[in-house]
């Protein structure tokens, strides 16, 4: 029997395989689709998986403006910041975020699922959401996935 066959493989930034991938969100579930989404920007998918490496795809995702809240989510759901300054806490629904940026609700679901550390703002770097059918990464020629 070969042992050198049971060696586990620990991947880094040089030996780590990035594709980049595409995502129709039209008709999609907000929460199913930033999970799977998550899932991908983090590498999970891969047999290589390495917890401390971004060894994930980048993803590519179009029509966010057709996305699908689930429920009564659209108009009950809130989005909290805080400014910084003394009553400064700024409260938006997804209905008017999906008014104005319709990119972000994805965004935010997105990087709440991803670890909140270095390597989080680093993941999130390889997500790219854009509100119509057109993006600017045909140079990459991105594999068009369905979740």
Known sequence: MNTLSYKTVSA???????????VDAEGE?????ASN?????????????TPHVDCGDNVIV????????TGNKLGDKV???????PGGQRFVSPKELMAKFPERIIEKAV???????RLGRQLFKNLYVYAG????HEAQS???VKF
């Open 37 to 49: 989404i998550a899932k991908v920007i983090r590498g999970k998918h891969k047999p290589t998986f």
């Open 12 to 22: 880094n930034k040089n030996t780590v395989n990035k594709e980049w991938i595409v």
């Open 111 to 117: 990087r709440g699922m991803l670890p909140k550390n």
């Open 79 to 85: 989005y909290v910041r805080y400014t910084g300054y």
């Open 29 to 33: 579930i907000l929460g199913r689709l």
């Open 133 to 136: 059918t057109e993006h600017k």
């Open 142 to 144: 991105p594999k068009p």
């Open 62 to 69: 179009i029509n966010a403006d057709k996305i699908r809240l």
